[in-house]
Nanobody
């Protein structure tokens, strides 16, 4: 079975940092681009970032560019999201999902074939 296990969320003050991890299993890791999306209560899903585990190309939502960094460790079948300079508006439940699709000009979206339980991030002001 495909599993995407997200972890690393927590409570942090504005300006702080967190690193989320997504442990993947049940599929060949570099067959898919993997990413993160978030959803806050009462709000729509928002794609945050997407990385090609094949060539490492990384795309970001405009709202997180320059603050978040996605990376992958193919030996560990794990994708990370380093979140710096966190803002209260980053408060949400973060999910890792696969596959995501990367387009020209840095845009991306998700097919939502697979995603796991989320990890909650709360940023206090």
């Amino acid at each position: 079975d495909v599993q995407l296990q997200a972890s690393g969320g927590g409570l942090v003050q504005a300006g702080g940092s967190l690193r989320l991890s997504c442990a993947a299993s049940g599929f060949t890791f570099d067959d898919y681009a993997i990413g993160w999306f978030r959803q806050a209560p009462g709000k729509e899903r928002e794609g945050v970032s997407c990385i090609s585990t094949n060539d490492g190309s990384a795309y970001y939502a405009d709202s997180v560019k320059g603050r978040f960094t996605i990376s992958s460790d193919n030996a560990k079948n794990t994708v990370y999201l380093q979140m710096n300079s966190l803002k209260p508006e980053d408060t949400s439940v973060y999910y890792c999902a696969a596959p995501c699709r990367q387009y020209s000009r840095g845009s991306f979206d998700f097919e939502y074939d697979y995603w796991g339980q989320g990890t909650e991030v709360t940023v206090s002001s």
